[in-house]
């Protein structure tokens, strides 16, 4: 494919269609029942309207800042995906590398198909990344995980999911076993080891325990989590506003809802934690319209799927680079910095 024809992540998606196997479309389209919460992710956004303000000058735009006080190039980072190399050979690599050209912050999966330490050694010195945890029932092999993600100054953060204590019901993916006749999804059978009897204050002190970084929460889905979460800082610095893509409990709300139930209900949040948010995004518009709100940055996880598929690392520098381009996202950051 010639990456350049294909204008949107719309396309890249469709593109990436074409040349991945089945298996690896249906686990990355997938999301539980009738993914309502899959679609509602995106048509949130569309449902916002932008309020554009006049006579602002828009030559200097820059859209570098910083997450948690590491410079990052864009306010747009990769969220956590398992099984990268089902899409493309480079897998996890490949998404570091394209998000070098943007220094864009990438958060390497626990069910990463290339190891942290094989991601990191990949990337340029300047690159940071965020490596995700789902606590396993065999502590000890978390333990281990997390005690070699320490040693990589270039991983910043541990992410620890929390909206996934099992697998979502993902039809796609358990129809293209049955057909197969293979011994399960790849989703249940990524969903094995994970314990789902977590809860606050057991799985935090743990969780402290056995890390010297800091800790995000993701998965939060309403304001009363979000409040609860920030009594964990400053051990907790950033929560991750996120219905898992629409992947675990169908009908879960979208996050900009999240993001307005805080604004609305414990504003005070935003001072305690950094809120990201992922989830649907699609344009740099819904970019803007997150940052807005009040979120401090903002994730994709299938885009960059579909586009390393596409085309490798230089399809997923294309689908950064498409939100990046857009002039009304620099506009709008213009208007949210005064
Ligand atoms: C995910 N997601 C995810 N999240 C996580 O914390 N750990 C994981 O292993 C995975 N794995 C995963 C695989 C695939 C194929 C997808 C599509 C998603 C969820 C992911 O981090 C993110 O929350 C959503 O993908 C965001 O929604 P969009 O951008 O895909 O609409």
Redesign the pocket.
């Known amino acids: 494919t010639d990456l350049n024809t294909l204008l949107n992540l719309e396309e890249i998606e469709e593109a990436a269609t074409k040349v991945i196997s089945k298996k690896a479309w249906a ?2 389209y997938s999301a539980s029942d009738d993914k309502i919460s ?1 679609l509602q ?2 048509q949130a956004y569309r449902s916002i309207m932008l309020r554009p303000r006049i006579f602002v000058d828009c030559r200097a735009c820059d859209l570098e800042m910083t997450i948690l006080g590491h410079r990052v190039g864009l306010p747009l980072f990769v ?5 990268a190399r089902l899409g493309h050979s480079t897998g996890e690599a490949g998404i570091a590398q394209g998000c070098r050209p943007f220094n864009a912050l990438q ?1 390497i ?3 990463s198909s290339v190891s942290p330490e094989d991601v990191v050694a990949g990337a340029t010195p300047g690159q940071i990344f965020g490596w ?1 945890l ?1 606590v396993q029932l065999n502590r000890k092999s978390s333990e281990d995980m997390l005690a070699r993600v320490d040693r990589l100054d270039q991983i910043k953060f541990i ?1 620890l ?1 929390l909206d ?1 204590p099992v697998s979502g019901k993902r039809e796609d993916d358990e129809r293209i076993n049955i057909q197969a006749s293979s011994t399960g999804s790849v989703s249940a059978q ?1 969903f094995a080891g994970t314990d789902p009897s977590l809860t606050w204050a057991d799985t935090l002190k743990w969780l402290s325990k056995h890390t010297k970084k800091p800790v995000v929460l ?2 939060i889905q309403t304001h009363e989590d979000a409040l609860l979460a920030t009594q964990y800082a400053p051990f907790v610095k950033a929560i991750v506003l ?1 219905n ?4 675990s409990l169908d009908t879960a709300p979208p996050a900009v809802h999240t993001l307005l139930e805080i604004q609305a209900y414990c504003p005070d949040v935003f001072k305690r934690v950094e809120v990201w948010v ?4 699609r344009r740099g518009t819904d970019v803007i319209k997150a940052l807005c709100l009040g979120a401090r940055c903002v ?5 960059a ?1 579909w586009g390393l598929a596409a085309g490798g690392a230089e399809g997923v520098e294309r689908t950064l680079k498409s939100k990046s381009d857009l002039k009304v996202c620099d506009l709008a950051l213009i208007i949210i910095s005064q």
């Open positions: 686990y990355y899959k992710n995106t969220s956590p995906t398992a099984m958060i999966a626990n069910n995700q789902y992410v999911t996934a990524l993701k998965g996120s898992h893509g629409g992947r992922d989830g649907g995004i994730g994709i996880g299938r885009a799927l």
